[in-house]
């Protein structure tokens, strides 16, 4: 059984930092595109950070662009979002997941997903 559990996330100030982490079970995902997206209460699910199978590409939305680095450890069949000058709209449910095929921002092309975890950043 595929299994995603995302980590890290917190209450945290303006101005401050959080690194997620998404730990994948039940199958090795070395050869996947992972990603991260979010959502905000009220709002539609959004796309954060990919990162190719061998973690040599990278792509951002503009809203996280400069301030957060998604990176990958294949050894551990985790990947990371580094999140630095947080601000209060970064706030929402930040989830990882997995898409087998391709390399999209777009959610619905995505196999697996976690549950995610809760990033709040009070002003």
């Known amino acids: 059984q595929v299994q995603l559990v995302e980590s890290g996330g917190g209450l945290v100030q303006a101005g401050g930092s959080l690194r997620l982490s998404c730990a994948a079970s039940?199958?090795?995902?070395?050869?996947?595109?992972m990603g991260w997206f979010r959502q905000a209460p009220g709002k539609k699910r959004e796309f954060v950070a990919r990162?190719?199978?061998?973690?040599?590409?990278?792509s951002y939305s503009n809203s996280v662009k400069g301030r957060f680095t998604i990176s990958r450890d294949n050894a551990k069949n985790t990947v990371y979002l580094q999140m630095n000058s947080l601000k209060p709209e970064d706030t929402a449910v930040y989830s990882c997941?997995?898409?087998?095929?391709?390399?999209?921002?777009?959610?619905?092309?995505?196999?697996?997903w976690g549950q995610g975890t809760q990033v709040t950043v009070s002003s």
């Open positions: 997941a997995v898409d087998i095929h391709g390399y999209s921002d777009y959610a619905p092309s995505y196999d697996y």
């Open positions: 039940g199958r090795t995902f070395s050869q996947s595109t």
């Open positions: 990162i190719s199978w061998s973690g040599s590409s990278t």
